[in-house]
């Protein structure tokens, strides 16, 4: 089921997320089902929307939904960064559908997570994939892109060809 979109300025966005139990798995499964929804809706809406967090649509849990080719599930998620490469991007997010922020990303990260089946899973992501994961991990602990932005004129209105 689509849930609503928590937006920039909810204090809910702002709250650290707590781990997920094994013993939550089943109650997981239907949130993932809600994330799926939410992003899909969001994609249609705005031809845009690569994966999203669970802090965003207001379960402030430690869970990522990703659907590139396929879904990806990311459970008490870990990120570590094998080097100090950056890259500088603009960012965007769902709760804030028409700003661009730039950010600096590290350029390479791997992640460490349970996934559905409650097994330890490892992914090495470089580029925009590192840069997609940093950002959705930042949800997890509360941390917007705006707060990340690198100086005060690291904004960017986007102009939105969105289907009503």
């Avoid at 089921?1 to 997981?28: A, F, Q, W």
């Avoid at 990806?72 to 080097?83: H, Q, S």
Wanted: hydrophobic share 40%; glycine share 4%.
């Amino acid at each position: 089921m689509k849930k609503e979109i928590l937006l920039l300025g909810n204090p809910e966005l702002y709250k650290v997320s707590k781990n997920v139990k094994k013993d939550e798995l089943t109650n997981i499964k239907d949130i993932v089902n809600n994330l799926h929804d939410t992003l899909i809706d969001f994609r249609n809406k705005y031809g845009a929307g690569r994966a999203i967090a669970a802090p965003q649509i207001g379960v402030k849990k430690r869970l990522i939904y990703m659907f590139i080719d396929e879904p990806t599930v990311f459970i008490n998620p870990k990120l570590n960064f094998p080097d100090e490469e950056v890259m500088e991007v603009m960012d965007d997010c769902m709760s804030f559908p028409n700003l661009f922020v730039k950010v600096r990303r590290y350029q390479r990260a791997i992640i460490k997570y349970k996934d559905l089946n409650w097994m330890d899973q490892e992914m090495k992501l470089e580029g925009d994939l590192s840069e997609l994961l940093q950002h959705e991990y930042d949800h997890l602990d509360g941390i917007l892109a705006t707060m990340r932005a690198i100086d005060n004129k690291s904004f960017f209105i986007k102009t939105l060809d969105y289907k009503s």
